[in-house]
Protein backbone atom coordinates (compact mmCIF):
# COMPACT_ATOMS: atom_id res chain seq x y z
CA UNK A 1 0.00 0.00 0.00
CA UNK A 2 1.53 3.53 -0.93
CA UNK A 3 2.47 6.04 2.04
CA UNK A 4 -0.09 7.77 3.67
CA UNK A 5 2.17 11.22 3.19
CA UNK A 6 2.47 14.35 0.85
CA UNK A 7 5.72 14.02 0.07
CA UNK A 8 6.56 12.01 -3.18
CA UNK A 9 8.13 8.40 -3.28
CA UNK A 10 11.41 10.28 -5.09
CA UNK A 11 11.98 12.79 -2.40
CA UNK A 12 15.04 13.98 -0.94
CA UNK A 13 14.48 12.13 2.45
CA UNK A 14 13.49 8.69 0.66
CA UNK A 15 16.82 8.40 -0.89
CA UNK A 16 19.87 6.63 0.33
CA UNK A 17 22.23 8.66 2.01
CA UNK A 18 25.64 8.90 1.16
CA UNK A 19 27.78 8.42 4.60
CA UNK A 20 31.37 8.61 3.01
CA UNK A 21 33.83 10.98 3.37
CA UNK A 22 34.57 13.51 1.10
CA UNK A 23 37.87 11.96 1.02
CA UNK A 24 36.35 8.81 -0.69
CA UNK A 25 34.07 10.41 -2.56
CA UNK A 26 36.83 11.76 -4.47
CA UNK A 27 39.02 8.85 -4.90
CA UNK A 28 36.13 6.81 -6.10
CA UNK A 29 35.41 10.22 -8.47
CA UNK A 30 36.53 9.70 -12.49
CA UNK A 31 39.32 12.72 -12.46
CA UNK A 32 37.11 15.25 -14.38
CA UNK A 33 34.52 15.10 -11.70
CA UNK A 34 36.90 15.28 -9.02
CA UNK A 35 38.05 18.60 -10.41
CA UNK A 36 34.42 19.95 -10.93
CA UNK A 37 33.84 18.61 -7.20
CA UNK A 38 36.56 20.65 -5.52
CA UNK A 39 35.50 23.23 -7.79
CA UNK A 40 32.37 23.78 -6.59
CA UNK A 41 33.03 23.22 -2.76
CA UNK A 42 35.94 25.03 -2.68
CA UNK A 43 35.92 28.09 -4.97
CA UNK A 44 35.74 30.79 -2.76
CA UNK A 45 38.69 29.38 -0.29
CA UNK A 46 40.47 29.38 -3.25
CA UNK A 47 39.91 32.96 -4.53
CA UNK A 48 40.36 34.28 -0.96
CA UNK A 49 43.59 32.36 -0.84
CA UNK A 50 44.62 33.53 -4.34
CA UNK A 51 43.83 37.21 -3.19
CA UNK A 52 45.81 37.07 0.27
CA UNK A 53 48.63 35.30 -1.30
CA UNK A 54 48.58 38.12 -4.09
CA UNK A 55 48.37 40.98 -1.73
CA UNK A 56 51.24 39.23 0.49
CA UNK A 57 53.61 39.07 -2.59
CA UNK A 58 53.03 42.67 -3.66
CA UNK A 59 53.45 43.70 0.16
CA UNK A 60 56.75 42.16 -0.08
CA UNK A 61 57.93 42.89 -3.30
CA UNK A 62 57.11 46.34 -2.47
CA UNK A 63 59.37 46.43 0.54
CA UNK A 64 62.31 44.95 -1.25
CA UNK A 65 62.51 45.46 -4.51
CA UNK A 66 65.13 48.22 -5.40
CA UNK A 67 64.56 52.14 -4.59
CA UNK A 68 64.56 53.67 -7.97
CA UNK A 69 65.37 57.73 -7.60
CA UNK A 70 65.12 60.52 -9.67
CA UNK A 71 68.33 62.09 -10.24
CA UNK A 72 67.44 64.60 -12.45
CA UNK A 73 64.03 65.88 -13.57
CA UNK A 74 63.58 68.06 -16.93
CA UNK A 75 59.65 69.73 -17.22
CA UNK A 76 59.53 70.69 -21.27
CA UNK A 77 56.81 72.94 -22.15
CA UNK A 78 55.14 72.85 -25.28
CA UNK A 79 57.42 70.16 -26.78
CA UNK A 80 58.32 70.46 -30.46
CA UNK A 81 60.86 67.15 -30.29
CA UNK A 82 59.45 63.74 -30.97
CA UNK A 83 58.84 62.00 -27.81
CA UNK A 84 61.13 59.10 -28.77
CA UNK A 85 63.82 61.22 -29.30
CA UNK A 86 63.49 62.45 -25.64
CA UNK A 87 62.62 58.76 -24.22
CA UNK A 88 66.63 58.02 -26.31
CA UNK A 89 67.93 60.85 -24.71
CA UNK A 90 67.21 59.88 -21.28
CA UNK A 91 69.81 56.76 -21.71
CA UNK A 92 72.43 59.19 -23.07
CA UNK A 93 71.52 61.76 -19.83
CA UNK A 94 71.72 58.15 -17.72
CA UNK A 95 75.25 57.71 -18.80
CA UNK A 96 76.89 60.85 -18.65
CA UNK A 97 75.73 61.38 -15.37
CA UNK A 98 77.29 58.33 -14.52
CA UNK A 99 74.05 56.70 -12.78
CA UNK A 100 73.19 53.03 -11.81
CA UNK A 101 69.69 52.07 -13.65
CA UNK A 102 68.66 49.69 -11.71
CA UNK A 103 68.58 52.63 -8.80
CA UNK A 104 68.86 55.77 -10.55
CA UNK A 105 66.50 57.66 -13.45
CA UNK A 106 65.88 60.55 -15.42
CA UNK A 107 63.05 62.29 -16.08
CA UNK A 108 61.90 64.23 -18.94
CA UNK A 109 58.50 65.07 -18.89
CA UNK A 110 57.46 66.47 -22.24
CA UNK A 111 53.72 66.45 -21.22
CA UNK A 112 53.08 70.15 -20.18
CA UNK A 113 51.32 71.23 -23.47
CA UNK A 114 50.39 75.41 -22.73
CA UNK A 115 49.06 75.66 -26.35
CA UNK A 116 46.82 72.95 -26.24
CA UNK A 117 42.85 73.17 -25.45
CA UNK A 118 42.05 75.22 -22.67
CA UNK A 119 41.03 73.08 -20.10
CA UNK A 120 44.00 70.61 -20.64
CA UNK A 121 46.13 73.62 -20.89
CA UNK A 122 44.64 74.93 -17.59
CA UNK A 123 45.41 71.19 -16.03
CA UNK A 124 49.05 71.34 -16.78
CA UNK A 125 49.86 74.81 -15.50
CA UNK A 126 48.51 73.55 -12.78
CA UNK A 127 50.44 70.29 -12.12
CA UNK A 128 53.39 72.18 -13.42
CA UNK A 129 52.72 74.78 -10.32
CA UNK A 130 52.34 72.06 -7.97
CA UNK A 131 55.48 69.92 -9.59
CA UNK A 132 57.63 73.18 -8.85
CA UNK A 133 56.26 73.98 -5.53
CA UNK A 134 57.22 70.91 -4.38
CA UNK A 135 60.99 71.28 -5.79
CA UNK A 136 60.63 67.91 -7.74
CA UNK A 137 61.77 69.55 -11.17
CA UNK A 138 65.75 70.61 -11.93
CA UNK A 139 65.45 72.40 -15.45
CA UNK A 140 62.51 73.56 -17.70
CA UNK A 141 63.07 74.04 -21.57
CA UNK A 142 60.32 76.56 -22.74
CA UNK A 143 59.70 79.05 -25.56
CA UNK A 144 60.51 82.43 -24.99
CA UNK A 145 56.86 83.45 -24.41
CA UNK A 146 56.90 81.15 -21.52
CA UNK A 147 59.81 81.23 -20.47
CA UNK A 148 59.95 84.70 -19.97
CA UNK A 149 56.76 85.01 -17.78
CA UNK A 150 58.42 82.69 -15.45
CA UNK A 151 62.11 84.39 -15.53
CA UNK A 152 60.28 87.60 -14.03
CA UNK A 153 58.06 85.36 -11.48
CA UNK A 154 61.21 84.28 -9.78
CA UNK A 155 61.31 80.68 -10.82
CA UNK A 156 64.95 80.24 -12.23
CA UNK A 157 68.46 80.62 -10.37
CA UNK A 158 70.84 83.02 -11.57
CA UNK A 159 73.28 80.91 -13.71
CA UNK A 160 76.20 82.92 -13.14
CA UNK A 161 75.49 81.55 -9.59
CA UNK A 162 75.30 77.61 -11.22
CA UNK A 163 77.84 77.00 -13.94
CA UNK A 164 81.29 76.56 -13.28
CA UNK A 165 83.26 79.17 -15.03
CA UNK A 166 84.53 77.37 -17.77
CA UNK A 167 81.05 76.09 -19.06
CA UNK A 168 79.49 79.98 -18.09
CA UNK A 169 81.94 81.82 -19.88
CA UNK A 170 81.86 79.19 -23.17
CA UNK A 171 78.00 80.13 -23.34
CA UNK A 172 77.70 83.84 -23.05
CA UNK A 173 76.40 84.69 -26.62
CA UNK A 174 73.55 82.23 -25.94
CA UNK A 175 72.42 84.00 -22.30
CA UNK A 176 68.66 85.35 -21.76
CA UNK A 177 69.24 88.33 -19.85
CA UNK A 178 66.65 89.83 -17.95
CA UNK A 179 65.22 90.83 -14.28
CA UNK A 180 62.82 89.78 -11.89
CA UNK A 181 60.00 91.32 -9.63
CA UNK A 182 61.70 91.52 -6.52
CA UNK A 183 65.35 92.21 -8.23
CA UNK A 184 65.45 94.22 -11.68
CA UNK A 185 68.89 93.60 -11.83
CA UNK A 186 69.95 92.08 -15.55
CA UNK A 187 71.07 88.94 -15.14
CA UNK A 188 71.51 85.63 -16.92
CA UNK A 189 68.34 83.43 -16.49
CA UNK A 190 68.04 81.45 -19.13
CA UNK A 191 70.34 79.78 -22.63
CA UNK A 192 69.01 79.45 -26.06
CA UNK A 193 69.02 76.24 -27.43
CA UNK A 194 67.82 76.14 -31.22
CA UNK A 195 71.11 75.70 -32.02
CA UNK A 196 71.90 72.65 -30.11
CA UNK A 197 72.08 69.27 -32.01
CA UNK A 198 69.24 67.71 -30.26
CA UNK A 199 67.02 71.14 -31.59
CA UNK A 200 68.85 71.52 -35.39
CA UNK A 201 68.01 67.66 -36.25
CA UNK A 202 64.63 67.24 -34.56
CA UNK A 203 62.94 70.05 -33.21
CA UNK A 204 59.58 71.28 -35.61
CA UNK A 205 59.27 75.15 -36.68
CA UNK A 206 58.57 76.69 -33.58
CA UNK A 207 57.08 80.03 -35.13
CA UNK A 208 59.69 82.53 -34.19
CA UNK A 209 59.48 81.56 -30.61
CA UNK A 210 62.94 80.57 -29.68
CA UNK A 211 63.67 77.10 -26.93
CA UNK A 212 65.47 78.26 -23.65
CA UNK A 213 66.46 76.21 -20.60
CA UNK A 214 67.00 77.18 -17.48
CA UNK A 215 67.76 75.74 -14.06
CA UNK A 216 64.86 76.32 -10.90
CA UNK A 217 66.00 78.31 -8.11
CA UNK A 218 64.57 75.01 -5.37
CA UNK A 219 66.17 72.64 -7.72
CA UNK A 220 67.20 69.83 -5.60
CA UNK A 221 69.89 68.30 -8.46
CA UNK A 222 71.71 71.46 -9.24
CA UNK A 223 74.63 69.51 -10.28
CA UNK A 224 72.97 67.18 -12.70
CA UNK A 225 71.12 70.33 -13.91
CA UNK A 226 74.55 71.91 -14.79
CA UNK A 227 76.14 68.33 -16.45
CA UNK A 228 72.63 68.53 -18.71
CA UNK A 229 73.81 71.87 -20.11
CA UNK A 230 77.34 71.14 -20.31
CA UNK A 231 75.63 67.42 -22.17
CA UNK A 232 73.23 69.27 -24.65
CA UNK A 233 75.93 71.97 -25.95
CA UNK A 234 78.55 69.18 -25.53
CA UNK A 235 76.88 66.98 -28.54
Not at 44 to 65: E, G, N, P
Not at 78 to 98: A, G, K, V
Request: glycine letters at 2%.
Amino acid sequence: MPKKTRLDDDAAIYQQRDNRTEKVKLRDMPWDKRISHLWEYYKYHAILTIVFVAFVSYTIYSFVKPKVEIKLYTAIINNTIQPQIWDDYQSTLIEHLDLNPKTEKVVINYSFYFNSTPDYEANMRQAFGVYTAASEIDVVIAPLSEFSAYVEYGFFAPLSEQLPTDLYSSLTDRYYISGTEDDPKPTAYGIYIEDTKIYREHSLPTDDDPVLMGILINSLHKENSVEFIRCIFGE
